[in-house]
């Protein structure tokens, strides 16, 4: 009965990421630098208002896009932090910024369309794209620091182009793009027919200036995306966000309602408390990471290996191209080798090659660990 799975389903995979970080995790011993899991406990704030939903029961159904209280929390929340001026129709809770992703794809993209990606970019896009019968179109951004500019997009503009993601800060490189990359950006494809999907989940984790969204300039052509995974440490409680001019919401709504109804009723009364009572709960977070970059930045330059320094996120992503294998063959090596797990720079499309990614969401000891025995592996290859 196999042949009878839709075409597009059986010819996706799973992600790169997971399916390396599967392939390795039974391994005794292996000091993991793998997936982007914080490795901070969620706030106790928030857990606490998780537990107050349940014996409070309220554990029933919400409106759709998200109770209202927690929707106006989210607009107040970004107006304060990024300068962005949304009203409650013009929001939808989701469930996790994975979900953002799925509806917003599948509102505005059709078959024949074409997606604007930079190359390296984190896998989970090109799957959803392609499930929407589109295309997705990789600009090589590895010349320009793993940034996507109006120029490089400029040549790859046609009557087909339907949407460009701008992913920052990234994963997996840790760019960012400046206010006046993204006013270029914004100019390029004012007045055109294109979206600007700008995917903001690590938008609290800046360590150098603030973060900049392109729906300041564009807002009419833009939706954003965002959620508290990353920045209040909440990954299972799978809470996301789309804002987006309420013509477009109202058809989202749509998709999001016959996807999944609600997000969990529990997961936005915590939501509500990390968006208002912990709206500064990253900062603490941020700092932390920002010394374990500083850190393993240090360390993987002293190793010889060349690598952007990252200024969002949590990940590293040096260069393993003098070594002469692929990123896959490299970083088996170093696992059956050095017992360290990186992730092969070719999941995150052909632009990644010839790079590996490490993320540095654990704590100080276990990144030295497992850089000490990098050194080592790459100290017995020199």
């Known amino acids: 009965m ?10 996706i995979e799973i992600s790169g990421i997971r399916k390396f970080f599967n392939m390795v995790a039974d391994r005794p011993g292996l000091i993991s630098l793998t997936i982007g899991q914080p490795d901070f406990p969620t706030p106790e704030h928030v857990k606490e208002a998780g537990k107050e939903a349940i014996t409070g029961n309220f554990t029933t159904y919400t409106h759709n896009a998200g109770f209202l209280e927690l929707r106006q929390a989210a607009c107040d929340f970004i107006r304060e932090k990024y300068g962005l001026d949304y009203q409650p129709d013009e929001v939808i809770t989701t469930v996790g910024a994975s979900e953002a992703l799925d509806i917003t794809f599948r509102t505005i993209l059709e078959e024949g369309t074409e997606v604007i990606l930079p190359g390296p970019v984190y896998p989970g896009y090109e799957p959803l794209i392609r499930l929407c019968g589109a295309k997705p179109v990789y600009i090589d951004t590895r ?48 007045g055109r027919p294109i979206w600007v999907v700008s995917d903001e989940i690590y938008s609290e984790l800046v360590y150098n200036g603030r973060h900049h969204s392109i729906a300041k300039w564009l807002r009419e052509q833009t939706i954003v995306i965002n959620g508290l995974s990353k920045s209040h440490s909440m990954t299972g409680w799978r809470v996301g966000f789309v804002f987006a001019p309420s013509f477009v919401t109202k ?132």
């Not at 109006?150 to 400046?178: D, F, M, Q």
């Open 2 to 11: 196999e042949h009878l799975i839709h075409s597009r389903v059986k010819n």
């Open 143 to 190: 010349p320009n620091g793993f940034r996507l500019s109006a120029e490089l997009i400029a040549p790859h503009l046609n009557e087909r182009t339907r949407c460009i993601v701008l992913p920052y800060p990234s994963n997996p490189t840790g760019a960012t793009l400046s206010e006046q990359e993204l006013r270029e950006i914004a100019a390029l494809v004012k």
């Open 251 to 382: 058809h989202m709504l749509k998709v999001h309602q016959y996807s999944v109804s609600c997000t969990s009723s529990i997961s936005q009364k915590a939501a509500l408390a990390a968006l208002t009572a912990g709206k500064n709960d990253a900062e603490a977070m941020r700092l932390q990471y920002k010394e374990r970059m500083e850190y393993a930045y240090r360390r993987l330059i002293d190793m010889g290996l060349k690598v952007e320094k990252p200024n969002g996120a949590f990940y590293l992503f040096p260069s393993i191209a003098a070594f002469g294998q692929s990123s896959f063959d490299f970083a088996i090596d170093v696992v059956n080798k050095a017992g360290v797990a990186l992730v092969p720079g070719s999941a995150f499309s052909q632009y990644g090659e010839g790079h590996v990614r490490l993320s540095y969401a654990y704590s100080l000891n276990m990144l030295k660990e497992g850089l000490d025995r990098l050194e080592r592996y790459i100290k017995e290859r020199q």
